[in-house]
T-cell receptor, first 110, second 111 residues
Framework: KNEVEQSPQNLTAQEGEFITINCSYS?????LHWLQQHPGGGIVSLFM???GKKKHGRLIATINIQEKHSSLHITASHPRDSAVYIC????????????FGKGTHLIIQP | NAGVTQTPKFRILKIGQSMTLQCAQD?????MYWYRQDPGMGLKLIYY???????DKGEVPNGYNVSRSTTEDFPLRLELAAPSQTSVYFC??????????FGSGTRLTVV
């Protein structure tokens, strides 16, 4: 079973700050997802990556497959970025989907 | 272009009652999943399906049943509801087991 650890669990920052959320996992994977969940809301997929780095707007995700580690960065953070960010590795060995971290609860204060 | 549609959004059940959570997708995805999300915990897989007529248990299947008679629909049945089933339930689908689309969730309280 893939053990997924996210850090930090909670993060409060000021608007404009650079944010980093980390994810480590125990079992080799084929891909990793970063998901976003707003309070009381649904879950949206931000990134799927299997190597290197991806960038969407102010969001950057990196992964080191050998180190079993991924990071999600937010540049020029804004209050609308306040959400729970969830790391979800995909082992690729079967159809039983993803393993999920517990999430990082991010609050960006104006 | 609805994606994954879950109904209802909220429900309160009494202990021992039964209900069905509905999930429908219009993307012709083969893979569908039911997860539950408890406070402070990662999502846990209840059941999944790789296509019409095929379902399999996930990590926490006890107290639930599913069926997949069509590609579009994947209902989750709760029989004899218990307080331990109080949770937020998410349905998800994917074509290729990599790009996932999630429903908006069903918040269920069992009292």
């Amino acid at each position: 079973k893939n053990e997924v650890e996210q850090s930090p669990q909670n993060l409060t920052a000021q608007e404009g700050e650079f944010i980093t959320i980390n994810c480590s996992y125990s079992v080799g994977i084929s891909a990793l997802h970063w998901l976003q969940q707003h309070p009381g809301g649904g879950i949206v997929s931000l990134f799927m990556l299997s190597s290197g780095k991806k960038k969407h707007g102010r969001l950057i995700a990196t992964i080191n497959i050998q180190e079993k580690h991924s990071s999600l960065h937010i540049t020029a953070s804004h209050p609308r970025d306040s959400a729970v960010y969830i790391c979800a590795p995909h082992s690729g060995g079967g159809a039983d989907g993803l393993t999920f971290g517990k999430g990082t609860h991010l609050i960006i204060q104006p | 272009n609805a994606g994954v549609t879950q109904t209802p959004k909220f429900r309160i059940l009494k202990i021992g009652q039964s209900m069905t959570l509905q999930c429908a997708q219009d993307m012709n995805h083969n893979y569908m999943y039911w997860y539950r999300q408890d406070p402070g915990m990662g999502l846990k897989l209840i059941y999944y399906s790789v296509g019409a007529g095929i379902t399999d248990k996930g990590e926490v299947p006890n107290g639930y049943n599913v069926s997949r008679s069509t590609t579009e629909d994947f209902p989750l049945r709760l029989e004899l509801a218990a307080p331990s089933q109080t949770s937020v339930y998410f349905c998800a689908s994917t074509r290729d087991a990599y790009g996932y689309t999630f429903g908006s969730g069903t918040r269920l309280t069992v009292v």
